[in-house]
């Protein structure tokens, strides 16, 4: 699994919003652009993806821009990534449920063992809020990470 440029933007983008909600008022997403380096052409198509979500809402005018529709605490990175059409998954089977994976009769061999850990990322990525990032975000480089519970923390580079 393969987490793809949309979805680092999406969550970069939306850690920059939650950041910025504070001000109670609407961010434009040139303030988004600017912030993250992102192109605001790639925000937009970003954007109307999150708001079809309902992650975010947004606000038409002068003094226009986007929300978050919920608080940060209850944003998950997990919606964030799904939202703009990441699948954050590992089987390649097209429905875990089913009986079978690809047109066979029966579920492959190692169906369970990738299952698995998709239900890991899963239970990984949905208890790290946009809250969390911030908080994360603040904290002095010498204090270790806690993302998740019980999940092992790693220093990785971004991008």
Not at 26 to 36: A, E, F, G, R, T
Not at 87 to 96: D, F, Y
Request: aromatic content about 6%; overall charge positive; hydrophobic content about 40%.
């Amino acid at each position: 699994m393969k987490i793809g440029t949309k979805g680092h933007y999406a969550v970069a983008a939306m850690m920059e919003l939650a950041k910025k909600t504070d001000l109670k008022k609407p961010i434009p997403l040139n303030m988004l652009s600017s912030d993250q380096s992102i192109s605001v052409h790639y925000l937009e198509l970003l954007f109307i993806k999150l708001k079809k979500a309902g992650l975010v809402k947004s606000i038409r005018g002068a003094h226009g821009g986007y929300l978050l529709m919920k608080p940060a605490s209850q944003i998950s990175v997990y919606d964030i990534i799904v939202a703009v059409g990441e699948k954050v998954r590992v089987t390649r089977c097209e429905n875990a449920a089913l009986v079978s994976c690809f047109n066979q009769t029966e579920k492959c061999a190692l169906h369970a063992l990738w299952s698995g850990l998709d239900q890991k990322i899963y239970d990984y990525l949905i208890h790290i809020s946009l809250e969390g990032l911030l908080e994360q975000a603040t904290l002095p480089k010498h204090i270790p990470l806690k993302m998740a519970p019980e999940m092992p923390t790693y220093k990785t580079n971004c991008f």
